[in-house]
Antibody, heavy 120, light 108 residues
Framework: QVQLVQSGAEVRKPGSSVRISCKASGGTFNGYSINWVRQAPGQGLEWMGDIVPFFGIANYAQRFQGRVTITADESTNTAYMELTSLRSEDTAVYFC?????????????WGQGTLVTVSS | EIVLTQSPGTLSLSPGERVTLSCRASQSVTSGYLAWYQQKPGQAPRLLMFGASNRATGIPDRFSGSGSGTDFTLAISRLEPEDFAVYYCQQYDTAPWTFGQGTKVEIK
């Protein structure tokens, strides 16, 4: 049974960067896209972007373009999301989630979430 | 991008009641490419429905989804205690994939 296991909570200062990992434990990404979704405290879900690990091609939501980089290492079944120029509004829980199937970008398999706190 | 508007924001209901949640899209979501999720505090979302009306694996049949075009509905026939949560819709017709703002179903 594949699980997505994310790295632990992070605290960063405004203007800095954060990199979160998401590892497929007990299996592989199976060729499906890995997505990053964030949730600010008490708020809804926001899709940031995705990557097809096999091809290493990432797509980003426009509002994060230039600040977010999603990568993947198929040899370790790990995906990464780096967010730069952090501001207080980036304080959120960041989830990775795997596409249900090829070209089926809805999400049954989720990581446990990583809290990123941006504070001076 | 496609904006999804969910209504109402909050529902206060009792176990055993029927509930209907609405998700309206700012433009047509073709082929019913709409999913529903349930989220409880401190947990990742749980996939309930995809393709507007298909239940995900392990989802009880008291959950049903319907709709097309710009108007979609999630119904729960009889609320169980474990169904009190926040529900989100998500469209995957047009990138960027977007979510509604959520509907909270709380115990009355």
């Amino acid at each position: 049974q594949v699980q997505l296991v994310q790295s632990g909570a992070e605290v960063r200062k405004p203007g800095s960067s954060v990199r979160i990992s998401c590892k497929a434990s007990g299996g592989t990404f199976n060729g499906y896209s890995i997505n990053w979704v964030r949730q600010a405290p008490g708020q809804g879900l926001e899709w940031m972007g995705d990557i097809v690990p096999f091809f290493g091609i990432a797509n980003y939501a426009q509002r994060f373009q230039g600040r977010v980089t999603i990568t993947a290492d198929e040899s370790t079944n790990t995906a990464y999301m780096e967010l730069t120029s952090l501001r207080s509004e980036d304080t959120a829980v960041y989830f990775c989630a795997r596409d249900y199937a090829v070209k089926a970008p809805y999400f049954q398999l989720w990581g446990q979430g990583t809290l990123v706190t941006v504070s001076s | 991008e496609i904006v999804l508007t969910q209504s109402p924001g909050t529902l206060s209901l009792s176990p055993g009641e029927r509930v209907t949640l609405s998700c309206r899209a700012s433009q047509s979501v073709t082929s019913g490419y709409l999913a529903w999720y349930q989220q409880k505090p401190g947990q990742a979302p749980r996939l309930l429905m995809f393709g507007a009306s298909n239940r995900a694996t392990g989802i009880p049949d008291r959950f049903s989804g319907s709709g097309s075009g710009t108007d979609f509905t999630l119904a729960i026939s009889r609320l169980e205690p474990e169904d009190f949560a926040v529900y989100y819709c998500q469209q995957y017709d047009t990138a960027p994939w977007t979510f509604g703002q959520g509907t909270k179903v709380e115990i009355k």
